[in-house]
């Protein structure tokens, strides 16, 4: 049967004008990512039966095709005169670095020219996706690097869910076939994002579409206490870590601005309130910051914070940067802590991953801001340029230019 067969009644022009759902510039191609099926039933007008935008639905998060040409399943002359209203909307590969662990990180560019971190970390038996909720982050956790760039901008739902479905593109992956895990865990503060990423979740769930579990998806946040509550009452909810990082009051305020905002107590409260369903635990992250926060008494008195709440900890050893004030623990420090907090809480050493291809949160997006100024960004003793951050090692970005690249991944 050839492609003009497919043609119904209800395809023929005139064409609808961009849709409720539409664009404000008439020139400019809607992105179709980040928006559901009714979205792309308004988008597309009346005059379209319902299963064309089924169809794009399907390829868009099912086939995950690269263009509108690739949608095969409508004849060819409906899909060139969709490529001239709307645009699938993946983020350009702007770099891409391999770590001898086989981690992969991508910096992706978005349609303004924005850059953020998209991280796999492939292990034996499942792939985790991290991926970022801003560009940049206003919280200004003082162990991160991120923190120096500020906000730029929220990004939309189908920039957060894309980064996602952009990676499970490039290299194959999908839920149905292996375990696949997505943390909400790089660049931006995803609570002070929570309408967008709440968005990108359902559409990453749903079954209709990408069909990842709910299970698999963990959120994490420094604690914005109001927006912890509202997480509470989402629907599809993910898990939730937190990303504690001090013991007192007064400490974590230095640690993490924002804190003097949302307290300790506050954000203790609204932990003991979550509410954990049978499978769940909540997460409690930790970086560990030699003689700042690593001494036995922050131990206890982390066991004394968390201990009657179901959760484990992950403990995150901090790696020195410069320009970042602290240093990282030694191991058997390390180990020490975790033996005081694992004796009443699961804990657990996330050791780090991808350290010789700038692992940490912001890392390479300010590379990229430093060699675009020409040298500005921090240096290494050397004089090559540095970009570094609180999970991972200082990463070099010699004359000849940073990491190996990954040449068998294309350009969307
Ligand atoms: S650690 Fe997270 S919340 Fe804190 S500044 Fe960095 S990106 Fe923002």
């Known amino acids: 049967m050839g492609v003009r067969a497919a043609t119904t009644a209800h395809d023929q022009p005139p064409w609808p004008k961009v849709g409720s759902i539409g664009i404000k510039d008439p020139l400019m191609k809607l992105p179709l990512l980040g928006l559901d099926l009714l979205q792309i039933r308004q988008a597309l007008g009346e005059a379209f039966p319902a299963y064309r935008a089924r169809q794009i639905y399907e390829a868009i998060y099912c086939q995950r095709v690269g263009s509108i040409e690739e949608i095969t399943t409508l004849p060819k002359w409906l899909r060139q005169e969709l490529d001239t209203r709307f645009t699938i909307g993946w983020p350009r590969l702007r770099r891409v670095f391999e770590s001898a662990d086989g981690t992969r990180r991508f910096l992706l560019e978005l349609d303004d020219g924005q850059l953020v971190e998209t991280v796999l970390m492939p292990e034996p038996d499942r792939d985790t996706v991290c991926v970022s909720t801003q560009v940049g982050c206003s919280v200004g956790c003082k162990f991160c690097l991120t923190a120096s760039l500020g906000l730029r901008r929220n990004l939309s739902a189908g920039e957060i869910a894309g980064q996602v479905l952009w990676v499970a593109r490039q290299v194959g992956l999908d839920p149905h076939r292996r375990q696949l895990n997505v943390v909400l865990m790089g660049q931006g503060e995803p609570l002070l994002n929570l309408e967008a990423v709440a968005k990108a979740i359902r559409l990453l769930v749903d079954p209709q579409g990408f069909g990842l579990s709910v299970r698999r998806i963990t959120l994490s946040t420094v604690g914005i206490v109001p927006k912890i509550y509202e997480l509470a009452k989402l629907e599809p909810r993910p898990k939730l870590a937190i990303s504690l990082n001090a013991t007192t009051q007064e400490q974590r305020a230095q640690l993490i601005p924002i804190a003097r905002k949302y307290t300790l107590a506050?954000?203790?409260?609204?932990?003991?309130?979550?509410?954990?369903?049978?499978?769940?635990?909540?997460?409690?992250?930790?970086?560990?910051?030699?003689?700042?926060?690593?001494?036995?008494?922050?131990?206890?008195?982390?066991?004394?914070?968390?201990?009657?709440?179901?959760?484990?900890?992950?403990?995150?050893?901090?790696?020195?940067?410069?320009?970042?004030?602290?240093?990282?623990?030694?191991?058997?420090?390390?180990?020490?802590?975790?033996?005081?907090?694992?004796?009443?809480?699961?804990?657990?050493?996330r050791w780090s991953r991808g350290v010789d291809v700038f692992g940490a949160c912001g890392q390479l997006r300010c590379m990229e801001l430093a060699e675009k100024e020409a040298g500005s960004g921090p240096r290494s003793e050397s004089g090559n340029l540095v970009a570094t951050g609180p999970g991972f090692g200082i990463l070099r970005v010699g004359p000849g230019g940073p990491a190996k690249l990954s040449p068998e991944l294309d350009n969307t």
């Open 266 to 349: 506050e954000l203790m409260a609204a932990c003991r309130a979550y509410p954990l369903r049978s499978w769940e635990r909540l997460t409690f992250e930790y970086v560990l910051l030699r003689g700042v926060n690593d001494q036995e008494a922050d131990a206890r008195r982390l066991v004394s914070l968390v201990g009657q709440i179901r959760c484990k900890v992950n403990l995150i050893p901090f790696n020195p940067a410069p320009g970042l004030p602290f240093q990282r623990p030694e191991e058997n420090e390390i180990l020490r802590f975790q033996q005081i907090v694992q004796r009443s809480v699961p804990c657990f050493v």
